[in-house]
């Protein structure tokens, strides 16, 4: 006979009624993919970040890798302000490597002004309708 009072028997209504509503399933806001090119200077972005910032500050944020020019992620629907990011080698000077005391590695540089990232004017709406594309030709004299 099952006593309502006994530690074990609340214990399993806890567990219960916590695990309702787990299992498979969608969760969270929906996504809709996106994907597009990057260029800077008319190359394209070999290796970078690619950053969806929504208007609302409460929301978060979408991100994916640039890699050889393009980029592909989901990001939820809205207008977005746009950052891009990405570094590359700085040729003929080296820097100590942290990671292995002693040891010297290439030194690296952030090279997308400002105004495409920390301080972008870029943005996009995402639409709830299919997939998008997304392109971005930067030029550093803009």
Not at 84 to 99: M, Q
């Amino acid at each position: 006979m099952f006593n309502p009072r006994n530690p074990l028997f609340l214990l399993a209504v806890v567990v219960a009624t916590t695990s309702l509503g787990c299992g498979s399933g969608d969760h969270g806001p929906k996504r809709f993919p996106i994907s597009g090119e990057v260029t800077f200077d008319g190359e394209p972005i070999e290796m970078g970040d690619i950053l969806f910032v929504p208007e609302d500050a409460d929301a978060a944020t979408d991100a994916g890798s640039i890699r050889g020019g393009t980029y592909h992620l989901e990001a939820t629907a809205g207008a977005k302000r746009v950052e891009i990011r990405a570094i590359r080698e700085i040729p003929g000077k080296l820097v100590e490597d942290g990671a292995n005391p002693g040891k010297k590695r290439a030194a690296e540089e952030e090279f997308i002004p400002a105004q495409f990232n920390s301080e972008s004017r870029l943005t996009v709406d995402v639409a709830t309708n299919g997939s998008q594309t997304f392109d971005f030709n930067l030029e550093s004299h803009d």
